[in-house]
């Protein structure tokens, strides 16, 4: 029989004396409201009439977003420090409120850009994504996107002009609570489990596109597979580790490295699986050949997503283990990592070179960047964390805009992304020309960007900790990584454009906003970076 | 029985699942091999808590099995998806993507 007893102000015990983990439902409320609204976007998907779920979905998910974003704002003005709830599961300190308030904030200009149907008539995502390719249906869905809504037949119209899959919503807030709960998490489980959660939806998105469904088809196959197995390396890291440790609480993995009679081939053996895993989501060095290849095949407003948010999420649950696991053996591990984190800067910067296509080039900076960004996370000092965390931050946005003008550059196909196609596009869109010239300036960490300040911070923070050969290695990469987005530039405002060129579709409200807001985070975060910083700089991890 | 022989076993149950993935052409028996290293990590957790005395390795297992089952929901999409359009699994005629 399990009598069970309230004690006033404290956690419920069942009559075994077995004692319930306390909840803190204020800390967790950010986490707690975005898989609620994923939830409700499930319901909604079930009930709500198909030309109803569209606004519905955009409305709940924007909602959510705020609402997450409110709690989240409570819990900082609360004042309350850092929480360890959910019997030591998860822990909401300095770092983690940080990166929620990041991954929130650009995932409410990732869902502008996947909600945009001004850009392609109906949205980017297929109608049915059920419906087999190249057979009279799937030409019908196609067809009728791109009447004029108004003459489209009820009948069509339900399924190709008003109609994306609108499950795209649910899938998304499910992969931002994964995040959220990746970088929050204190125990490897929790961490593993968060893994599954964030990535699982995502492979579905990718295989979502309305135009080119092969190449999105296949991008999602490779991004499956290959995450799969990455996750398998990760699990059997858990599993040597806790066989090291006798438990998969980082703090405990800490305590027991100090002193125990278990072989350090479990401990080395389960933080490098580990470290494969993580550094697979990241997208870094000798484990990023999944990326180029998914960056160009999913859906642009996925992929903008995905190098945002992903990011973030990696990088964070990264820092944590790294500083909160492994910080008292860090001696034997960070010489591997500088050579990960050089492999992962060179392969970035000089493959990136090479390419023809502005997805993958992005792709290809986008593992120079996560070289950089591990050049940070190894220096185990507050500034090391604190740069590491602003440099996510301002990754994060111009990505994510830069991802978002791509959108626009389309012809009669769909996207045009061969690099070709964009010569003397300062011809036909000075505008759009640019905001993506500002955005690679960013990228390439001009100063006034915050792509300087961010360089600026990670690197002294390296330098700082006596990682000098490395920042040097750093700054040749950045400059090489410099060549090729100039040479994007120079394509756009000194080429005569094609006659046959593609066209820059106007944006409605959606996507401008996610432009704009990347573009303004961008500038603000390179002239006036010390509100950031200061936010970045609050609090170590707490465990 | 010494429980090291388990971990051995599982040591070799993950390479082969690994060496399969690396090896092997069709996405459904790749997908296969990526559940061999799963089990073959639940091995290891098992005999772990075994070894330590501890419930959480065999937890962790259950952890392991619901993961790894909405992962052959997502997964057995996808692979129905492309193959339904290509008429083949085979992960060497999905190579629209490259350079």
């Not at chain 1, 075994?16 to 950010?30: E, F, N």
Request: net charge neutral; proline share 4%; with cysteine.
């Amino acid at each position: 029989m399990l009598a069970m007893q309230q004690i006033p102000g404290a956690e419920l015990t069942l009559a075994q004396g077995v004692q319930l983990p306390g909840i803190d439902y204020g800390a967790l409320a950010p986490l707690l409201v975005i898989f609620g609204a994923g939830c409700a976007g499930v319901v909604v998907e079930a009930v709500a009439p198909r030309p109803a779920r569209w606004p519905a979905q955009v409305l709940l998910t924007v909602l959510g977003l705020a609402a997450a974003a409110v709690t989240l704002g409570m819990h900082l003005s609360s004042g309350v420090g850092d929480v360890v709830t959910l019997a030591g599961a998860v822990v909401v300190d300095g770092p983690a409120l940080f990166l929620w308030g990041t991954l929130l904030a650009l995932a409410l200009g990732a869902v502008l850009l996947i909600a945009d149907r001004t850009v392609e008539p109906g949205g980017a995502f297929v109608a049915d994504a059920a419906v087999r390719i190249g057979t009279a249906q799937d030409r019908a869905q196609n067809l009728s996107a791109r009447q004029a809504p108004g003459a489209a037949t009820p009948a069509t119209s339900a399924m190709g002009a008003t109609g994306s899959q609108t499950e795209i919503f649910p899938l998304f807030l499910f992969s931002l609570g994964g995040m959220m709960a990746f970088v929050a998490a204190n125990d490897l489980l929790t961490m593993f489990v968060a893994l599954e959660v964030l990535s699982l939806p995502l492979y579905l998105m990718c295989g979502l596109a309305r135009r080119r469904r092969l190449l999105s088809q296949e991008a999602a196959v490779k991004y499956f597979l290959l995450g799969a197995f990455a996750s398998a390396f990760f699990l059997y890291g858990i599993a040597l580790l806790y066989g090291y440790a006798g438990s998969v609480t980082l703090a405990q993995i800490a305590q027991a490295s100090g002193g125990t009679d278990r072989s350090d081939t479990l401990l080395f053996g389960g933080l490098a699986m580990l470290v494969i895993g993580l550094m697979f989501k990241a997208s870094v060095g000798p484990f990023h050949t999944w990326t180029p290849d998914v960056y160009q095949g999913a859906p642009t407003p996925v992929t903008a997503f995905m190098a945002s948010c992903t990011k973030v999420a990696a990088f964070g649950g990264m820092l944590r283990v790294l500083n909160v696991g492994f910080e008292s053996t860090s001696w034997e591990w960070r010489g591997v990592l500088w050579g990960i984190a050089i492999a992962s800067m060179v392969i970035g910067a000089v493959l990136g070179l090479t390419q023809t296509d502005v997805k993958r080039m992005i792709a290809y900076s986008s593992i120079a960047h996560a070289g950089f960004i591990l050049v940070g996370a190894i220096a185990l000092t507050e500034q090391g964390l604190s740069g590491t965390l602003f440099y996510l931050l301002a990754y994060g946005f111009t990505t994510l805009a830069a991802f978002g003008v791509v959108t626009l550059v389309r012809d009669s196909q769909g996207e045009a992304t061969h690099l070709s196609q964009w010569a003397g596009l300062a011809r036909r869109s000075p505008l759009t020309a640019w905001v993506f010239a500002f955005l690679l300036f960013a990228m390439a960490g001009i100063p006034a960007t915050s792509g300087f300040t961010a360089k600026f911070a990670v690197f002294s923070a390296a330098l700082a900790d006596g990682m000098a050969p490395l920042v040097v290695i750093a700054l040749v990469a950045s400059a090489v990584a410099a060549f090729f987005y100039l040479r994007v530039v120079v394509l756009m405002f000194f080429s005569e454009p094609a006659a046959d060129g593609p066209t820059v579709s106007v944006p409605g409200g959606f996507t401008t906003a996610a432009i704009t807001l990347g573009v303004v985070v961008t500038v603000l975060l390179g002239v006036l970076p010390s509100f950031a910083l200061d936010w970045a700089a609050l609090g170590g991890f707490a465990s | 029985m010494t429980p090291t022989y388990y971990l051995l076993l599982s040591a070799l149950l993950f390479a082969i699942g690994a060496v399969g993935v690396l090896v092997r052409r069709n996405a459904i028996v790749v997908f296969m091999c990526i559940e061999l290293m799963l089990n073959a990590v639940n091995l290891s957790l098992v005999t772990f808590s075994r070894i330590n005395g501890t419930l959480d390795g065999q937890i962790m297992a259950f952890f392991v099995m619901v993961v790894a089952a909405a992962e052959v929901v997502v997964g057995l999409a996808i692979i129905m998806s492309i193959f339904k359009s290509r008429r083949s699994a085979s992960v060497d005629e999905a190579n629209l993507l490259k350079y």
